[in-house]
């Protein structure tokens, strides 16, 4: 079981958007500003494509979106395009201590366009 | 280029030990922290260990005691030594790097990950 929970599936028309949720706890997005968003392709390492909740990487195209409330972090893709079809991971820093994990990441959603 | 580039997978039996490594290039290795994450078949991802300039390192609770992870900052490498492996360690093992001042909760760089195969 994931410690952070995404949907398992949001799909969309090209042009449209979608936005995945994230839901953690108290404990990990809500303590921290340090949520990351990665992009996954089939057969290909994740791509970093959201960090510090809102901030994206040089190159990642400002059609990537990323916020937080309370205890739940969202992504959103505006402008949807056929090669965003891909899977999702959030992830949060969190107490390693408490948490027995430095960073806990989501179950993961499946994007298709 | 900054590139990792991880090797030692393979098919090992239940109770086995494995050691990756992870060869580092196109940054300044010594003050990094690099990260271990994998990923079971067809799963999401699981962090599963980091260690700091200098040597400290963090590990999950299911490979705590289990895993070591190390560093050889004059190979630019890292490495995870794997023992007692289960076959819930199964899956793609991915070397990654942090953007910096953010090694921990912004993992920018990965390797192509290393398969490990837990199977009588």
């Known amino acids: 079981q994931s410690a952070l929970t995404q949907p398992a599936s949001v799909s969309g028309s090209p042009g449209q958007s979608i936005t995945i949720s994230c839901i953690g706890t108290s404990r990990d997005i809500g303590a921290y500003n340090y949520v990351s968003w990665y992009q996954q392709h089939p057969g290909k390492a994740p791509k970093l494509m959201i960090y510090e909740v809102t901030t994206r990487p040089s190159g990642v195209s400002n059609r990537f979106s990323g916020s937080k409330s309370g205890n739940t972090a969202s992504l959103t893709i505006s402008g949807l395009q056929p090669e965003d079809e891909a899977y999702y991971y959030c992830c949060s820093y969190t107490n390693i201590l408490t948490a027995k994990t430095l960073a806990v990441f989501g179950g993961g959603t499946k994007v298709t366009v | 280029e900054v590139q990792l580039v991880e090797s030692g997978g393979g098919l090992v039996k239940p109770g086995g030990s494995l050691r990756l490594s992870c060869a580092a290039s196109g940054f300044t290795f010594s003050p990094a922290w690099l990260t271990w994450v994998r990923q079971a078949p067809g799963k999401g991802l699981e962090w599963v260990a980091r260690i700091k300039t200098g040597g400290p390192a963090d590990y999950a609770a299911p490979v705590k005691g289990r895993f070591i992870i190390s560093r050889d900052d004059s190979k630019n490498t890292v490495s995870l030594q794997m023992n007692s492996l289960k076959k819930e360690d199964e899956g793609v093992y991915y070397c990654?790097?942090?953007?910096?001042?953010?090694?921990?909760?912004?993992?920018?760089?990965w390797g192509q990950g290393t398969m490990v195969t837990v199977s009588s």
């Open positions: 990654v790097l942090g953007i910096p001042r953010h090694w921990d909760d912004a993992f920018d760089i």
